[in-house]
């Protein structure tokens, strides 16, 4: 026969071993990812210029191994809610663009062109603001050097 002090004593316990699990599972929605900014680039290579404006970055990069450029767009604020977004990069040799627009939680694009040997320029936007880097990162195809 269980006293009643035992009776007791383990919904006691057993309340307080739900309160742990209810206490872990708040605790674990806490372990939320990283924000656009925070997280891994999206292109390869290596970054080679960002524009900062007032509502976003654009950044650019460049692979010497696949001779590529790439761009992306991220929002200062409100990562997670879709939002007008834009990225572009163009190739000086022959006016070729790349780009990419529309309402997006976290990033536009990436987009990437191949521009061994020329020039490019790279702009973004973020809502109604927008940045253009002019031409620039011209790549020397001769001297192996970008």
Do not use: I
Request: aromatic letters at 8%; proline letters at 3%.
């Amino acid at each position: 026969m269980v006293s009643r002090m035992g009776v007791l004593r383990h919904a006691v316990m057993r309340r307080g071993a739900v309160a742990l699990a209810a206490a872990g599972l708040a605790l674990a929605g806490t372990a939320v990812a990283a924000p656009a900014q925070a997280a891994a680039p999206v292109c390869e290579g290596t970054k080679v210029d960002t524009l900062d404006y007032a509502t976003g970055y654009t950044y650019l990069y460049y692979s010497a191994a696949t001779g590529r450029n790439c761009a992306y767009t991220v929002p200062k604020s409100g990562s997670g809610t879709a939002q007008l977004m834009f990225v572009g990069l163009t190739r000086a040799s022959d006016n070729t663009v790349v780009s990419d627009v529309g309402d997006y939680k976290y990033h536009a694009g990436p987009v990437y062109l191949d521009a061994r040997g020329t020039c490019v320029q790279f702009n973004g936007q973020v809502r109604s603001v927008s940045a253009n880097s002019g031409w620039g990162h011209c790549g020397n195809l001769s001297a192996g050097v970008r």
